[in-house]
């Protein structure tokens, strides 16, 4: 098969064997996931590897102005850069470059194309490897939202460029997306250490030591239109609460809370800089910065969760985060997951997202945060449990 097909055949066989794996034999969360990022890494190395060779044919390399190979790398963000893709998940992408400069052109000098196109071309090329929907289906949805400024923003862009719009134009819920940022391909660049050159231009933006008061008013907006989001979903379509990602009290919820204390507070605490959900919990509440009962309590809720999210993601190989309505589908997530009943799995469901919840409601409810050691318009916060 060409590579397109095979990755597409690989992935419905990685997926036939998590369902087993996860719904008959009960692997663990972060087996599933790690599997799921594995997969989408591979495919994106492959995909990458592919489109490079046949373009340099027709273009030549890239060339930096010391007459060097420019890289591209590939970002993965959210769930991606996390190491906690779910089932059937979308990827969410940025493209950085290291410098700008033109192509080498093929055997004849013909061809050339400055980096940004040559790189724009990758995106295009990359994007149709593992996005397309072809008769074997697809590899991975990819969406490039999330790139500076957004979907009217060059597909691809230079890192001095990402570190002028970080400077300038980065807005308080960028912090969160790159706070799970990660590169995950080419491999040889991470091996090699070039990547370092990103970390050290995203670092200083996502993780700051100090915060105006401004921020938490943007930051309570995040918070409304989260719930505002979820509550327009279900208007009219009352089975669309029962969101477990999106609905008061989901996923989404358990991932704000952390990644908010993350990004406060990770300034002075080094060592919460870290990406998965699971991870960073443990260790705001190793900082003192989160009382136990409640981290191990928003641990349980995350891992239950994502378990029911990942099913109702088996049963249609569709992006949803809905529970189904009709009752076989419900009465077989509630078997997988060795509950007597539906009804069983729903209390469970409710105990979780209802204590969620208010903990969402008690970090970022509207209170004006903890201030010590206020000075000159600053701020450090604390979380208070």
Same mark, same amino acid.
């Given at each position: 098969?060409?590579?397109?097909?095979?990755?597409?055949?690989?992935?419905?066989? @990685?997926?036939? $064997?998590?369902?087993?794996?996860?719904?008959?034999?009960?692997?663990?969360?972060?087996?599933?996931? *790690?599997?799921?990022?594995?997969?989408?890494?591979?495919?994106?190395?492959?995909?990458?590897?592919?489109?490079?060779?046949?373009?340099?044919?027709?273009?030549?390399?890239?060339?930096?102005?010391?007459?060097?190979?420019?890289?591209?790398?590939? @970002?993965?963000? &959210?769930?991606? &850069?996390?190491?906690?893709?779910?089932?059937?998940?979308?990827?969410?992408?940025?493209?950085?470059?290291?410098?700008?400069?033109?192509?080498?052109?093929?055997?004849?000098?013909?061809?050339?194309?400055?980096? #940004?196109?040559?790189?724009?071309? @990758? !995106?295009?090329?990359?994007?149709?490897?593992? &996005?397309?929907?072809?008769?074997?289906? +697809?590899?991975?949805?990819?969406?490039?939202?999330?790139?500076?400024?957004?979907?009217?923003?060059?597909?691809?862009?230079?890192?001095?460029?990402?570190?002028?719009?970080?400077? @300038?134009?980065?807005?308080?819920?960028? $912090?969160?997306?790159?706070?799970?940022?990660?590169?995950?391909?080419?491999?040889?660049?991470?091996?090699?250490?070039?990547?370092?050159?990103?970390?050290? !231009?995203?670092?200083?933006?996502?993780?700051?030591?100090?915060?105006?008061?401004?921020?938490?008013?943007?930051?309570?907006?995040?918070?409304?239109?989260?719930?505002? #989001?979820?509550?327009?979903?279900?208007? &009219?379509?009352?089975?669309?609460?029962?969101?477990?990602?999106?609905?008061? %009290?989901?996923? *989404?919820?358990?991932? +704000?809370?952390?990644?908010?204390?993350?990004? !406060?507070?990770?300034?002075?605490?080094?060592?919460?800089?870290? *990406?998965?959900?699971?991870?960073?919990?443990?260790?705001?509440?190793?900082?003192?910065?989160?009382?136990?009962?409640?981290?191990?309590?928003?641990?349980?809720?995350?891992? +239950?969760?994502?378990?029911?999210?990942? $099913?109702?993601?088996?049963?249609?190989?569709?992006?949803? #985060?809905?529970?189904?309505?009709?009752?076989?589908?419900?009465?077989?997530?509630?078997?997988?997951? %060795?509950?007597?009943?539906?009804?069983?799995?729903?209390?469970?469901?409710?105990? #979780?997202?209802?204590?969620?919840?208010?903990?969402?409601?008690?970090?970022? %409810?509207?209170?004006?945060?903890?201030?010590?050691?206020?000075?000159?318009?600053?701020?450090?916060?604390?979380?208070?449990?």
């Amino acid at each position: 098969h060409d590579i397109g097909s095979a990755l597409r055949i690989i992935r419905a066989l @990685v997926l036939e $064997r998590l369902l087993c794996l996860d719904c008959d034999a009960g692997a663990a969360l972060e087996d599933i996931t *790690r599997v799921m990022t594995d997969l989408a890494e591979f495919a994106l190395n492959r995909a990458l590897d592919e489109v490079l060779a046949k373009l340099d044919l027709v273009h030549g390399a890239p060339q930096t102005q010391q007459g060097k190979r420019a890289e591209l790398w590939v @970002v993965g963000m &959210g769930k991606l &850069g996390a190491r906690e893709l779910n089932v059937s998940s979308d990827i969410d992408l940025i493209y950085v470059y290291d410098e700008d400069g033109d192509t080498a052109g093929d055997a004849l000098g013909r061809g050339c194309l400055s980096n #940004h196109e040559y790189f724009a071309k @990758v !995106v295009r090329a990359v994007y149709a490897l593992v &996005g397309d929907s072809t008769e074997y289906g +697809f590899v991975f949805r990819v969406d490039l939202a999330l790139r500076p400024n957004g979907n009217s923003g060059p597909v691809a862009l230079s890192l001095d460029a990402l570190e002028e719009y970080l400077h @300038v134009q980065g807005r308080e819920w960028e $912090r969160f997306a790159w706070l799970k940022s990660r590169v995950v391909a080419p491999y040889d660049s991470i091996v090699s250490g070039a990547t370092e050159a990103l970390r050290k !231009v995203v670092m200083p933006f996502v993780f700051r030591r100090y915060l105006d008061y401004s921020v938490f008013d943007s930051l309570r907006l995040l918070h409304r239109q989260i719930r505002d #989001h979820a509550a327009k979903r279900s208007a &009219g379509r009352p089975e669309r609460a029962n969101d477990v990602k999106l609905s008061r %009290g989901g996923i *989404r919820e358990i991932e +704000f809370i952390v990644q908010l204390l993350q990004v !406060v507070r990770a300034g002075q605490f080094p060592e919460l800089r870290t *990406r998965p959900t699971l991870s960073a919990l443990a260790r705001l509440e190793k900082a003192g910065l989160m009382p136990p009962k409640t981290a191990q309590a928003l641990a349980q809720g995350y891992e +239950f969760l994502r378990q029911v999210e990942h $099913r109702i993601q088996y049963l249609d190989d569709k992006q949803t #985060h809905v529970l189904p309505t009709q009752d076989t589908d419900l009465s077989w997530i509630a078997t997988t997951l %060795g509950f007597a009943s539906v009804q069983h799995l729903l209390n469970q469901l409710d105990a #979780h997202r209802e204590l969620v919840a208010q903990e969402f409601d008690k970090l970022l %409810g509207g209170a004006e945060p903890e201030c010590k050691g206020c000075q000159g318009g600053k701020t450090q916060v604390t979380y208070v449990g």
